[in-house]
Each structure stands twice: as C-alpha cells, then as structure tokens.
C-alpha cells in the first residue's frame, strides 16, 4: 500500500471520527428521550447487556434496592454518553465505570458518563441504585414490572429506546412466601429464613419496553402448551372460574402458537411461555416474552360469561401471542411505529379468530370490533393519523388509541384485498425473516410488500397511513321505468381536503325474494357501477352490504321495515352501525327516532353480538343524545321495552345482554324496587345467571340511584371474600356517597398521583362521580379535570389520560359542559397537540349534541 494512499485513509479516518465527535457532542441534554439521542445511540451502541439484582422488601413502603452492571460495545468514546434515568441523583448510591468510580452527574433524567472515562470497544458500567417503584406497580401483595413505552428509565438506569435491544440477566430477592415469573426461564433459587433468591437464565433479545418480571403472593398453575410447557400464576381465588377457565387459557395459547407458527413459517421466536393474571391490569394484556401480563377479569370466566366473553378472551390471548412475532422479534425501530406492532397483533389475532369460529362470524366480529371504535376517533376534529411523527419518547403513550387498534387493522384487510391473500403473506414472511431479532420501520415494510403487488403501495400508504379521517358517500340511481338504467357513487372527504380512499366493498340491491350483489371498487371521487343489464329497480339498496368498507354510507329510507327480518347478520349489525354514524352527522335520523327504531328491534335481534351493539347504542343515545329535560318521558318506555324483550329472548346471553342494559338506564320506583330485590335477595330473572362481580355492579347502581350508598355497599363488601376485589369496592365507595362534600374530598383526592395509582379504579370511580344522574353538582369538577391532563400524561400509564377523558366527559351533554372545553382550549392556545387532539376526540359527542339537541 503507498504512502499516498495510506495518508489519504488516515485523513478520511479522522474526518469520520471528527465527525462523530461532533454528531455526540452536540446532542442537546433534555428531559425524556429524544430521537436525536436516540438516533446517535444506535450509531455507537451495540453488544449490550443488563445484569440486575433487585433486593424486593415485604412491606410495600420499604425502599427496594438494587445493583446493576451494563456492559456493551461502544464505537465513539469522545463524546460524553447519556444514560437514562428519570429519578433524583440521590436514588444512585455510587457509580464505576470501566473498573473506576465515577462522582455521579444526573441532570435531565440522564446520568452523563464524560468521555474521559469511555472507551472504543466493550465497557462496563457498575451502579448501585434505589430502584423507582412507580413503574414497579407495587401493592400489598405482589408487584409487576410494566415499562412500555419508556418507564424502564423510571426503575433502573439503561438505553432506554425499542432500537437497541439487550439481553438481560436478572436476579430477584423477595419475601421466601413470594412467587416469581420473568423473561427468561429459572435456573435456580436459594431459600433462606425470611428470602428466596431466584437466579434467572440470560434472556432472549429484548428493549427495555418488553423486560418485565412480577413477584408476589400469587397462585402458581403449570400446563402444556403444545410440546411447550408454560408457568401461570395468578390471584384469583373463585374456585368456579379456577375450574373452568385454567385449561381453557392453556389450550388457547397452544392454539395460538400453532396457528402463529405456521401461517409465518417461524416457530415460536422465544425461549419460554409464560403469563400472570393481574387484578385490575391497566391494559388487556401486554406482551412480554416468558412473562405476558394479562388483566384477570379478562381470563377467569364462569358459567355466567356471554359468548363474547369468550371469544373476547380467546382474541386477547391470540393479540399477545402474534406480539411475540410482530413486536418482540422484529420490533420498530422508534415509536412513531408503535401503530405496526398493535396492527400485526390485532390482524393476526383476528385471523385466529377466524380459524376458530369460521368465516361469516369472523367478519362480524371484525366489522363490530374493529369499526365503531375506529369511527368514534376518526369522525372527529382531533383525529390523528395512524403514523405520526414523535420528537421524544416521553411523549410516546399520546401515540397509543383507537386509530392503531381498530383503524390500523381495517387498512391492512383493505391492503391484503388489494393484494391478494398469498402475496400478502409472502411479503410478511420475507419482512419477519428479514428483520428477525431486529429492527424495522414501516418503509422497511412497503419496501419488501411493494415487490408483491401490483400497485401503487406509496399512493395508497399516503392517503390510509399518513392522514386523518374517513370518505362521505353518496349514490346516484337512474331508472327507466321498472329498469335500472345507471348506480353510481360518489365520495368526499368528511373533512379537510380532496383525496381518494381507494376501497373494496359490496352493494346489494334487494328485490322481494331474491337479492343481486354488486362489487365495488372505489378508485376515483366517482365510480360507474357495472351491473347486470336489464336489471329492475330494487326496493332498497343496501351499502357496504358486506361491512368491508370504511366511512359514512346512505341509508335507504326504505330499509327500516325490512331491517331485522334481513337474515344475514353481517348485514344487520352493518346497518346499525352506519345507522348511528348517520344520527351523529345528523342525516336520516334525529336521536329520538333512532332510539325508537333500535328499541322496536330488541326481541327480533338474536344474534348475541348484534344484540350487545343495539343495547349499547340505545343506552348511549338515552344518556348522551335525548335532552335530560325530557329524558323522563321516555324512561318508562324504555324499561317496559327492555325487560318485555329481555322475557322474549330464547338464550341466557342474550337475556343478560338486555338485563345490564335495563340495570343502566331503570329510573322508576316500581323498577327501583325490581332491582334492589334481585340484589337484596340474589334472585335473578330467568335463565340470567349472576356472579359476585354482577352483583356488585347492581350494588353501584342502587348506590348511584338512592339515597342507601353506605348501606347498601357495606352489605355488599360483607358478600365478597376476595382481598383484591373488596379493597377495589373500597377504593369506589366515596365516589358514590350521596353527600355531595365526600365526594368533593374524593375528587380533590386525585390530584395527589398516590391516589392514582390503580388506574382502573379511577375511572371506574370517574364514570360514578360523572354519571348523568350527578352532571348538574359535577359539571364543577371539569375545569380540574382538564388542568390535571398534562400531569396524568407525565405520570399515568399509556392509556389514562384518554380514559380519564371519556370517564369524565362520555356522557355530558349541556352547554356549560362544552363551554368548560372550549374555555380551555381557548385559554391554552399552546396546548400539546397530542392532547388536544385527545381532548377533541372524547369530547365530540358532547360538540355534536349542541347542535343536535336543537333539531327540532
């Protein structure tokens, strides 16, 4: 090699390294994680690992202390390195770095290593530490690690970003009575007087988001999972719901698996299966690999439990389970795709769906899944898109809702039309094989899913991924005498600018006895419908006949006698929902006719899926859309109709469907009466089975609803056993008080966050507090509601503040309600966006019903 060229690479050398230099440098020090840091990290960072050994007391005041070693490979030693940890320097006890202690220097929820004590290649930092607790979700009894988005910082210094993934080695030292489950599989435990120390084995690749561990005083059970064996613990004690459920979420996570195995042709991508059953989760589940956490209530069924109880398990179990693929194996390399880990969940649960319970109920049961939820964001001026940008990882909970759960899964079934089903799947397998144990962004994904198809993926991903809202349609029928001479549809955007939602759906043009199916492909503002010629005039026309499409369709006035004769049941529940979607952008119905239309339908409808959406539509238009002044004329009405039909159906589910309903909208006293009976003395309609829980919540509802709260929720907390549920009905009972001060105290009470900290709880709390029946004396407690938002956000978990949202505005609908909203906004022009769009979204059934309260 000459001189020349030797001295032209040692200069290119000495740019690059001068180059990133000063990329690391100027890395400006902020609170949260930003993408720039993150960005950096990626570049510098690789071969990393976690050893932690948490010391975990009984009691749940006393502090939990903790060591750690990271080691990892880095590639630029000149520029100081930012580890993130959002706690007080306190919490850090001492510091080594290389073998060398180091004087702590946490600023900005960051430990700054200077580069004088780095070095190119591996390094190893040593901590002692005090571990923070809040992501920790410590109770009385048990504790669980949840750190997603970006809560493992809160807990224990690391990388805390989903592009640089570790393996992690951990320890555990917890009371000797305490149960354990973690990532990775036990490779031993040793025993003491008062402590079991329990040794895990190196996990799997993780992010900080998926390391998880819980401990407490749980029950253990042991079962196969096809040739796997898998640990659950959980704390359940109904020996009922023990007996029925345990081998039911065994066998339904082998089916999983098995189906997950072979449509993506990987095996299982981790080394164990485990799960626990936690009261109260905050979400349904969450997937980490060898330690899923699952909300209790969501497993543990009894004989009482509906058929979408059921199957609303089986999917919960089937979402966390394609997580293991589609999240944990190939995970996004930053959060503003968290939307592809929960869509891939979601489309793949529902295709285990699908397997289990055949065709016709599958798209059913994804048309109301997936659908209304979807609508109920996308309709209003807070809509977001399903990608969005994200400038720091603190910010990433505000990313999570409706859109990605319910929109995403919507667009990837249009996709896979678009497609077609085989080049579909060969193009997720060859992404999955790609970027296994890795990371990827979505244009990774259109990358390799364009080689597939035959269109224009870009074009498409603009309009579906990139932006907000949904198409208004509208027909065009021309006939000459009895005969169809042209159909044509025409859509427009419900709001912003012109764009083209291209989209398979069916019409069907009804006739007596017979029926002609028409397939529409929308990839223009308007579109010529091919028909076959010499075809009559139907007697109405159905739209989105088959629930594929996504927006606002006509509604054929002439339907409505035919309505619930209509045999098919996809068809049904697809009219009911664009139904309600046209009462809200009031066309075709004012609420009032709405409600008595959906009421009359009650004792035909006995589809138990269709039944659960009519009953929640008509106590959602009762409570949010019929003016409260005169909301008592049609209470009586109401209870006559919904106990007639609850009489008239055949099937227990079916009978307890309508009976909550009855239970959410009774007000007379002859109904007062029927209820407390059935509560007082355990005795249910026929063939309705009750159970601790349903018991419960009739007790609720006779507190909310009288003026016996204490008495009536004393005798209640006599009736239950279980610590978890009596310390919950506790937690409620000030939120029910008929004084009106204890529950001022009790609202007042939630701006600390220690009394936060069961969120579930709260909102449960919330929905009382704000009941219709209590608006007018808790209409006060909105202004607070909307300054805590910003706190909750810093300091909640991923889902709170949206919840907190609906629980507190879901069912106003008085103009001092929706002043309260528009002040703020007003006086808060700054607001996080994200936020407001939050506060746009709960809030826009009360914006409508200002205007459709006025409709004469």
Not at 41 to 49: A, K, P, Q
Not at 328 to 344: H, S
Not at 476 to 488: D, F, M, R
Request: aromatic share 12%; glycine share 4%; with cysteine.
């Amino acid at each position: 090699m000459n001189k020349a060229l030797i001295l032209a690479m040692a200069c290119m050398a000495l740019n690059v390294s001068s180059r990133a230099q000063q990329s690391g440098d100027s890395i400006a020090l902020l609170p949260g994680v930003s993408n720039e840091l993150a960005s950096y990290r990626s570049t510098v960072l690789n071969d990393i690992h976690y050893s932690l050994d948490f010391n975990i007391p009984a009691q749940k005041r006393d502090a939990i202390h903790a060591t750690e070693t990271i080691s990892f490979r880095l590639t630029d030693s000149h520029a100081p390195l930012f580890l993130d940890f959002k706690q007080a320097p306190e919490f850090v006890q001492a510091l080594s770095v290389n073998g060398h202690a180091v004087v702590v220097d946490l600023r900005e929820e960051h430990i700054i290593i200077a580069p004088r004590h780095l070095r190119a290649g591996i390094n190893k930092i040593d901590i002692r530490f005090t571990a923070g607790d809040a992501s920790l979700n410590r109770n009385e009894e048990y504790l669980y690690a949840l750190f997603v988005p970006d809560r493992a910082r809160t807990v224990f210094p690391c990388f805390d970003q989903p592009g640089l993934k570790a393996r992690f080695l951990l320890t555990l030292r917890v009371p000797h009575n305490w149960k354990v489950l973690a990532n990775a599989s036990l490779r031993d435990s040793v025993a003491s007087s008062d402590q079991t120390i329990y040794h895990f084995a190196g996990s799997d690749l993780l992010p900080t988001y998926l390391f998880s561990f819980t401990a407490g005083k749980y029950h253990f059970a042991s079962g196969p999972v096809g040739t796997r064996k898998a640990d659950f613990l959980y704390r359940e004690t109904d020996s009922v719901k023990i007996k029925l459920s345990l081998d039911s979420i065994f066998k339904a996570h082998e089916y999983a698996i098995n189906f997950l195995e072979q449509w993506t042709g990987i095996v299982f991508p981790f080394q164990k299966v485990g799960f626990v059953a936690v009261p109260d989760f905050q979400f349904g589940g969450m997937e980490h690999p060898g330690e899923v956490q699952y909300k209790a209530a969501s497993l543990f069924l009894d004989q009482g439990a509906t058929k979408d109880q059921f199957i609303a398990r089986a999917n919960l179990i089937s979402h966390e389970t394609a997580h293991m693929w589609f999240g944990d194996m190939v995970t996004m390399q930053w959060f503003n795709d968290v939307w592809m880990k929960e869509v891939f969940a979601n489309f793949m649960a529902d295709k285990v769906t699908e397997k289990v319970m055949g065709t016709e109920t599958f798209h059913q049961k994804f048309l109301l899944d997936h659908y209304p939820a979807a609508y109920a964001v996308d309709r209003t001026p807070g809509a977001n898109p399903i990608r969005q940008p994200l400038a720091n990882l603190q910010d990433a909970g505000s990313l999570y809702g409706n859109i990605i759960y319910h929109k995403a899964p919507i667009v990837m079934r249009q996709l896979e039309l678009l497609m077609g089903a085989d080049n579909f799947q060969q193009g997720l397998r060859e992404y999955l094989k790609t970027y296994a144990y890795r990371n990827a962004a979505w244009p990774d994904l259109i990358k390799i899913l364009s080689k597939y198809a035959h269109q224009d993926l870009e074009q498409w991903n603009d309009v579906w991924v990139n932006q907000t809202g949904r198409p208004v349609f509208t027909y065009h029928l021309e006939h000459n005498g009895p005969l169809v001479t042209k159909l044509s549809i025409d859509q427009q955007p419900e709001t912003g600018t012109a764009r083209v939602w291209p989209q398979h759906f069916n019409i069907t043009c009804m006739y007596p006895g017979h029926d002609t199916v028409i397939a529409v492909q929308t990839n223009g503002a308007h579109t010529e419908l091919a028909f076959p010629q010499g075809i009559a005039t139907p007697s109405y026309v159905l739209f989105n006949s088959d629930g594929m499409g996504y927006g606002l369709f006509p509604a054929d006035s002439s339907l409505q006698e035919h309505l619930f004769a209509l045999p098919n049941e996809l068809q049904r529940a697809a009219i009911y929902i664009n139904d309600y979607e046209n009462m809200l952008a009031g066309r075709y119905y004012k609420p009032a006719d709405l409600l008595q239309l959906f009421t009359s339908g009650l004792p035909a409808e006995q589809n138990e899926m269709n039944l659960r959406l009519l009953a929640g539509y008509i106590t959602s238009t009762y409570w949010e859309f019929i003016p409260a002044v005169q909301r008592d004329s049609y209470t009586g009405r109401l209870e006559t109709a919904l106990w007639a039909a609850m009489e008239q159906q055949t099937l227990p589910n079916n009978k307890k469907i309508l009976f909550k309903a009855y239970q959410d909208v009774y007000a007379s006293a002859g109904a007062q009466a029927r209820i407390y009976e059935i509560w007082q003395n355990k005795n249910p309609p026929r063939q309705v089975t009750l159970n601790e829980e349903d018991y419960t919540n009739l007790a609720l509802s006779i507190a909310l609803k009288t003026a016996t709260a204490t008495q009536v929720i004393d005798q209640q907390l006599a009736r239950i056993s279980d610590p978890d549920r009596r310390q919950r009905l506790l937690f409620l009972q000030p939120a029910l008080s008929p004084d009106s001060t204890v529950r001022d105290h009790f609202f007042a009470s939630l701006a600390d966050k220690q009394n936060r900290r069961k969120e579930a709880w709260v909102i449960a709390a919330l929905y009382y507090l704000h009941h219709p029946l209590r608006q007018q004396v808790s209409v006060k407690y909105l202004p607070q509601s909307l300054a805590l938002l910003e706190e909750l956000q810093r300091t909640g978990d991923i889902f709170f503040p949206q919840s907190w949202l609906a629980a507190t505005f879901g069912t106003y609908q008085s103009a001092a309600a929706w002043q309260v909203v528009t002040t703020f906004l007003k006086e808060h022009p700054n607001y996080n966006p994200r936020l407001k769009n939050q506060v746009l979204q709960t809030t826009d059934n009360l914006r409508r019903t200002q205007t459709l309260l006025q409709q004469p």
